[in-house]
Nanobody, 125 residues
C-alpha cells in the first residue's frame, strides 16, 4: 500500500504563487506515474497535471499549462506542483495521485491507484 499526504495549501490572492507538495510513504517502489487532480465545490474532480515515472514527460490541463509546473523526486518519493499567477478559478481541493500500473503521464483518474486526502487552495480576487 501507498499513502499520499499533501501539504502547502492555503488562502491566496489572485496573481500570487504557491507550491504544494505530496509525500508518498509505504510501498513507494511500486509508484510509477504521479499527478494532481482538483475538485471545486459542486464540480467533478478534474485533471490538473501528471508526470511520468522518470520525470521526463509531463502533461497539463489546458487552463494551467502556462502557469503550473509539476516535478518529482524519486529519491524522496515526493511530487510538487508549482502554481504561478493563481486565479480564483483555481480554488479547489488539490489531490495528489499515484499509479502502480502506468509509467507515462496520463490525464485519466482511472489510471491512478492511490489518492491523497487533498489540500485546500482558495484564491480570492
Amino acid at each position: 500500500q501507498v499513502q499520499l499526504v499533501e501539504s502547502g495549501g492555503g488562502f491566496m490572492q489572485a496573481g500570487e504563487s504557491l507550491r504544494v507538495s505530496c509525500a508518498a510513504s509505504g510501498s513507494t517502489s511500486s509508484i510509477y506515474a504521479m499527478g494532481w487532480f482538483r475538485q471545486a465545490p459542486g464540480k467533478e474532480r478534474e485533471f490538473v497535471a501528471s508526470i511520468s515515472w522518470s520525470g521526463a514527460q509531463t502533461l497539463y490541463e489546458d487552463s494551467v499549462k502556462d502557469r503550473f509546473t509539476i516535478s518529482r523526486d524519486n529519491v524522496k518519493s515526493t511530487v510538487e506542483l508549482q502554481m504561478n499567477t493563481l486565479k480564483p478559478e483555481d480554488t479547489a481541493v488539490y489531490h495528489c495521485v499515484a499509479s502502480s500500473r502506468v509509467t507515462y503521464a496520463r490525464p485519466n483518474k482511472d489510471d491512478y491507484d492511490y489518492w491523497g486526502r487533498g489540500t485546500q487552495i482558495t484564491v480570492s480576487s
